[in-house]
Every structure is written in structure tokens, then in C-alpha cells.
């Protein structure tokens, strides 16, 4: 499923994502596991935790990012 789509305090791992060197810089790659911390209304950022971090990820990026619920 699309990352855009996840629910929110739900644990993912990373399937698929655009290649992206920012996506890269930002721990953001294939196998990566997250809690979606916030979804922002209106196709606002989805606020992903990694690690210790948190990161804004743009709705429409988003859409692009695949995703398997783990927990």
C-alpha cells in the first residue's frame, strides 16, 4: 500500500520508493521500518519516526512510497 495511505501510530516497513537522494540522506530506504507519527489534513505531510527522528515526507511523495504494515 502507498505510504500516503498508512494509519497513524501504525509500525511499516519500507517495500519500494522512488529513487531519491534526498529520501537516501534521510534514512528513508528499502527495508527501513517507521511509525507514522501525524498525517496532516488536506494532503499535508505525513510525519514518519525513524530511529530517534522524526521526518516530514510530502503527500505526494508519499503516494509513491510502498509500504507493508508490520505491526
Not at 11 to 23: K, Q, T
Request: zero cysteines; a positive charge.
Amino acid at each position: 500500500m502507498p505510504l500516503a495511505e498508512g494509519r497513524k501510530l501504525s509500525i511499516y516497513r519500507i517495500e519500494d520508493l522512488p529513487d531519491s537522494h534526498l529520501l537516501k540522506v534521510l534514512g528513508i530506504r528499502k527495508g527501513t521500518q517507521f511509525i507514522i507519527q501525524s498525517k496532516q489534513p488536506f494532503k499535508g505531510p505525513i510525519v514518519v519516526k525513524v530511529g530517534n527522528r522524526s521526518i516530514a515526507i510530502d503527500y505526494d511523495i508519499a503516494k509513491k512510497i510502498e509500504v507493508e504494515e508490520v505491526a
